[in-house]
């Protein structure tokens, strides 16, 4: 039987040379893997990303490796990038959580226009996580989603919502809506005054619905 090939390694390195790449060229290769990803690890194909990103699959190899490394750096570049963007944006010391929605909602559409592959991205690696061959990488996947929750959506005033039904159920209820609703903008790509008027006949529903007063309203 012949010896596998051993994987390379990512070298820090390389991934700091990558990332000091001319923005546009760097930005084309980040966007192209983060859509042929968009549904899970094991239906990409490197040759489409190459394909797509104008470039040869040795100089991807060069920088990453692998297409498991490649993905586990897309993975932690999305996150990261979310993050340092909902830091700057969001404000995390509001407890309504209609309003940290509205915001998410608003700071996705902006980061979309700019990569539009990665709220897709993000999606497809959580949707698809049992297919990714590394398991550090799927528990990393499964806690960023945890603390995300706990820090944006969990720690707002439960209070405001209806008793009968679990709060938490209500949560992923919303954000599983505004996701699908968030997708569809992306194919639409309407007019913003259009995306902000739809935006907020949903969570008008979800006031309704799912809040205690019917008279409790966000600034929007």
């Not at 990332?19 to 859509?35: C, G, P, Q, W």
Request: hydrophobic content about 40%.
């Amino acid at each position: 039987m012949a010896m596998q090939k051993p994987e390379k390694t990512v070298n820090p390195a390389d991934i700091q040379k990558f990332m000091s790449m001319e923005l546009s060229k760097r930005d084309r290769i980040i966007n192209a893997a983060m859509h042929e990803f968009r549904y899970g690890y094991k239906k990409a194909s490197t040759d489409a990303i190459v394909q797509k990103a104008e470039i040869s699959k040795g100089l991807l190899f060069h920088y990453f490796g692998s297409k498991e490394q490649l993905y586990a750096f897309l993975v932690n570049y999305a996150i990261e990038m979310v993050n340092s963007e909902i830091l700057e944006m969001i404000d995390t010391e509001q407890r309504d959580l209609l309003e940290s929605i509205w915001q998410m909602a608003l700071l996705q559409r902006d980061i979309s226009n700019r990569h539009p592959s990665i709220y897709v991205f993000l999606n497809g690696v959580y949707a698809h996580r049992a297919d990714i061959p590394n398991n550090e990488i799927a528990e990393m996947i499964m806690q960023k989603q945890e603390d995300a929750l706990d820090e944006y959506y969990y720690r707002c005033d439960t209070g405001l919502l209806v008793d009968n039904i679990d709060s938490k159920k209500i949560i992923r209820l919303m954000l599983w809506a505004i996701a699908g609703f968030l997708e569809e903008e992306e194919v639409k790509n309407q007019d913003y005054e259009d995306f902000l008027k739809d935006l907020r006949s949903y969570l008008d529903i979800f006031r309704l619905r799912f809040y205690k007063k019917q008279d409790k309203n966000i600034k929007l």
